[in-house]
């Protein structure tokens, strides 16, 4: 029996070689940590047998941190080399190799600290700054409990589908997207959108995965498989701008080896000139260029966090950079500047005898039997008003035109003017409807054979249209687009109501790339729409932004910010996070780099040892690395 087969038939004993293996992985956070310590207890035994006067043993222990250490780098960095990547590291193995070669260990043993502390700090600031969305990625719901037949069964998240009835118990968290099922229900958004208070949501309306019952326990009906559920594309989203490296951080990998041979040159070049070694060495220990290998990621990371905490997930690094560059914005009217359904903007009467909501009570009651987009949002607003529905009865309906039949023993027709006249009912729906706005649509409504009153339909601005474009301009949007497969007249209207820059109506998905790509030609450019006719133009544009994180939305997966709550509001707040990220990132980078650069200079002109320098050099790390978290404040 090979050993193979005894691992296989014994369990426990895989699972304690696989966590064996795991904790002794040279990324894995227990062996940064323990490779921190060894060097610790290293310095600090040498320096007491170096108190106890004696020196052969203080240099051993210093010899056998450095060697350790720098074992490890060694093997960090041929790995890095055969996968093409060449890192700022190979500074720290040079400095440490020339430190016992010149036999002087304890310069050496403080880089060692100094490497393993940085990789150990930057780890720690790292895990700090993914906060945010390693909460998002720690919420997934494993199982729920869904009817079957007179009872329930707890069943695996991946296996619900669509038209599933499943309970939702106060406290779970809420695995798939889904419509309410029962008459209300309590949910806390915070982990999605940011916001702190919970809603309170009727039947029917709909639920986000990954959302928490903070109320009594609801019914949800399924609308969506788990895989393409809210939350899962959020975790894969997440995921993504977690393994994603920033610009700024490829530019520290780019400009390594100029850095490596500058370093080089200078080190070379103060030993020939003093004929002392030890000022190359001193060079080379405060030449470590971790400001720029550190600091930088940990700023755009806290930001990226930063970002996720008010609800607005940027994708990567790179994203957060371009974010803070953009001065154009590219906007969709429907469902990012308006409301994104019809509603009724005004009831005009006929007959003195009805009054508004009665109209609509009879319009909405008729509609009930049919499914076209405008008799929808007839019912929808008669609901909302609280008003009472009856029963049609004899409904003949022309697919695009209008629909007929009876309600509370009056004969109803509902549709378009034209269709209205064409029953015989009198009056002039036309004459009723008159002026109005550009883009109203016009329900006429005969009763009795008679018209009694037009209801003007429209796809209205959304209330907080006027403060979030103020907000973006304040931010450093300094030109607005507006670019819209709607009638022109209606897109000028908005347009001219908001006080944009541009507008253009009637635009194809091929026309808003077209927009896009002229606009780059001037500045940087965000593109922000919400629907799949969007997704070329938020592709073809610097940043495309979506407007929520639908599972299975082509928008969503084109941007590279998707708000996860449909406040256009909040993504003015992340580009002042992402202008305060970009600055503390280059802030931490030139003030790090820069001082680095002023002590090589002192180090080669003979003014700072090598075991100052190496103390000098983790001041100047940790200095920086602090000031980098800074991105995380509000």
């Known amino acids: 029996m090979d050993a193979s087969h005894c691992l296989m038939r014994t369990p426990k004993l895989g699972r304690l070689s696989t966590l064996t293996a795991s904790l002794l992985s040279t990324g894995t956070p227990f062996f940064r940590t323990a490779v921190s310590v060894f060097a610790l207890l290293t310095l600090v035994f040498g320096l007491a047998a170096f108190s106890a006067h004696s020196v052969g043993s203080a240099h051993a222990f210093w010899s056998t941190g450095t060697g350790a250490v720098l074992l490890i780098l060694g093997v960090e960095i041929i790995t890095s080399l055969v996968r093409g990547r060449f890192g700022l590291d190979i500074v720290a193995g040079l400095s440490m190799s020339a430190a016992l070669a010149f036999d002087q260990p304890l310069a050496g043993n403080i880089v060692a600290l100094m490497y393993a502390g940085g990789q150990q700090l930057e780890a720690f600031a790292e895990g700090r700054a993914r906060r945010e969305m390693t909460a998002l990625l720690g919420r997934v719901s494993r199982t729920a409990m869904r009817y079957a037949g007179a009872g329930l069964e707890e069943v695996e998240s991946a296996q619900l589908m669509p038209g599933d009835r499943i309970l939702i118990r106060r406290g779970e968290v809420v695995p798939v997207d889904g419509r309410l099922a029962g008459e209300q229900a309590s949910l806390d958004l915070s ?16 639920v986000l995965s990954g959302s928490t019952s903070v109320g009594v326990a ?11 559920s809210t939350y899962a594309n959020i975790v894969r989203l997440v995921e993504g701008a977690q393994d994603s490296k920033a610009p700024m951080v490829r530019i520290a990998d780019r400009y390594a080896i100029w850095f490596l041979l500058a370093t080089v040159l200078l080190s070379a070049a103060a030993w020939w000139l003093s004929g002392d070694r030890l000022r190359a060495l001193a060079v080379l220990v405060v030449a470590t260029p971790c400001p720029l290998i550190l600091a930088v990621p940990v700023a755009v990371i806290s930001g990226v966090s930063r970002a996720a905490a008010l609800g607005v997930l940027v994708k990567n690094g790179g994203t957060l950079e371009m974010l803070a560059k953009v001065r154009t914005a590219i906007v969709d009217k429907t469902g990012t500047l308006t409301d994104g359904r019809a509603g009724v903007a005004e009831i005009r009467l006929a007959d003195a005898g009805i009054g508004a909501d009665e109209l609509l009570g009879l319009a909405a009651s008729l509609d009930q039997a049919s499914n076209h987009v405008s008799a929808e949002a007839l019912v929808r607003e008669a609901t909302e008003r609280a008003l009472p529905l009856s029963r049609p009865t004899g409904v003949v309906e022309t697919p695009g035109r209008g629909i007929e039949g009876q309600v509370n023993g009056r004969r109803l027709v509902v549709g378009g003017s034209d269709f209205v006249l064409s029953t015989g009912a009198s009056g002039d729906p036309r004459a009723l409807a008159g002026e109005r706005i550009p883009g109203t649509s016009v329900i006429a409504v005969a009763i009795d054979s008679a018209v009694a009153g037009v209801i003007l339909m ?29 009638q022109p007249a209606t897109v000028e209207h908005i347009g001219n109501t908001l006080g944009l820059e541009a507008m253009h109506g009637a635009v194809s998905p091929s026309g808003k790339v077209e927009i896009v790509l002229d606009e780059r030609k001037t500045a940087a450019v965000m593109m922000i729409g919400d629907g799949v006719n969007d997704a070329p133009a938020l592709a073809a544009a610097d940043v495309g932004v979506a407007m929520g994180a639908r599972g299975a939305a082509a928008s969503s997966q084109a941007a590279d910010v998707v708000l996860l709550v449909d406040r256009l509001g909040r993504l003015a707040d992340a580009l002042v996070v992402a202008k305060r990220s970009r600055r503390i990132a280059l802030q931490s980078a030139f003030a790090g780099v820069g001082l680095s650069v002023v002590a090589m200079g002192i180090a080669a002109a003979g003014y700072l040892p090598p075991v100052e320098g190496a103390l000098l050099q983790e001041v100047i790390d940790v200095a920086v690395i602090l000031n980098a978290l800074r991105a995380l404040r509000g």
């Open 191 to 206: 982990a999605l959108t940011g916001e702190p208070m919970p809603i309170n949501l009727g039947r029917e309306d709909e």
């Open 218 to 228: 609801f019914d949800l009906r399924v609308t969506r498989p788990a895989a393409e």
């Open 458 to 486: 429209s796809d209205t601005i959304r209330d907080d249209a006027a403060s979030t474009i103020a907000a973006l301009r304040q931010a450093g949007i300094r030109r607005f687009v507006l670019a819209s497969g709607d």
